[in-house]
T-cell receptor, first 115, second 114 residues
């Protein structure tokens, strides 16, 4: 079974631009979560989607948004990029969630550099 | 809000020896899940071991085991017979019952000396 895939793997953008990152979960997984990883702030939860609905949201500004499609694939968008948005963005998928201990499988991440 | 603390930014262990990584957390929930994740230099995060809070028995996965102290809110990871491939960043993570949101600790970089 194929793992979680993220595209693109590397991205360089200019301040003020917007970017869209994509995540394809493991087949059959309905929950997709996004995390931002930086040396200063560590790993921080962005949001989770389950069956096309945002179920949880982290403490990030409205410039960060996401969505999930009917095939469970998910995208996250960052508008008006700032230098501080440079990070590794990780996507994780899970079979389900809520009152279960289903583990999350992480993708390789997208390295975003904002110049 | 839940917090997870890993007090050891770096740890070093000799190959074949045993090492213990520390993790403490703070929560007001009674049902939750705890995880240890490994992130090798390739960056792919891998689940090492998990513990359900309602289970008193400590989880074990081959050379990896945990010491879960619910009252003390402590969740340490013991790696036995350390191997060179164990060198990585290790993250302790907490998950409550409201979805799949993970709260991570700051990580511990484990170095394994041959």
């Amino acid at each position: 079974k194929a793992g979680v895939t993220q595209t693109p793997r590397y991205l360089i953008k200019t301040r003020g631009q917007q970017v869209t990152l994509s995540c394809s979960p493991i087949s059959g997984h309905r929950s997709v979560s996004w995390y931002q990883q930086t040396p200063g702030q560590g790993l921080q939860f962005l949001f989770e989607y389950f069956s096309e609905t945002q179920r949880n949201k982290g403490n990030f500004p409205g410039r960060f948004s996401g969505r999930q499609f009917s095939n469970s694939r998910s995208e996250m968008n960052v508008s008006t990029l700032e230098l501080g948005d440079s990070a590794l963005y990780l996507c994780a998928s899970s079979l389900a969630g809520s009152a279960t201990s289903y583990e999350q499988y992480f993708g390789p991440g997208t390295r975003l550099t904002v110049t | 809000a839940q917090t997870v603390t890993q007090s050891q930014p770096e740890m070093s262990v000799q190959e074949a020896e045993t090492v213990t990584l520390s993790c403490t957390y703070d929560t007001s929930e009674s049902d939750y899940y705890l995880f240890w994740y490994k992130q090798p230099p390739s960056r792919q995060m891998i689940l090492v071991i998990r513990q359900e809070a309602y289970k008193q028995q400590n989880a074990t996965e081959n050379r990896f085991s945990v010491n879960f102290q619910k009252a003390a809110k402590s969740f340490s990871l013991k790696i036995s017979d350390s191997q060179l491939g164990d060198a990585a960043m290790y993250f302790c993570a907490y998950r409550g019952n409201a979805g799949n949101m993970l709260t991570f600790g700051g990580g511990t970089r484990l170095m394994v000396k041959p």
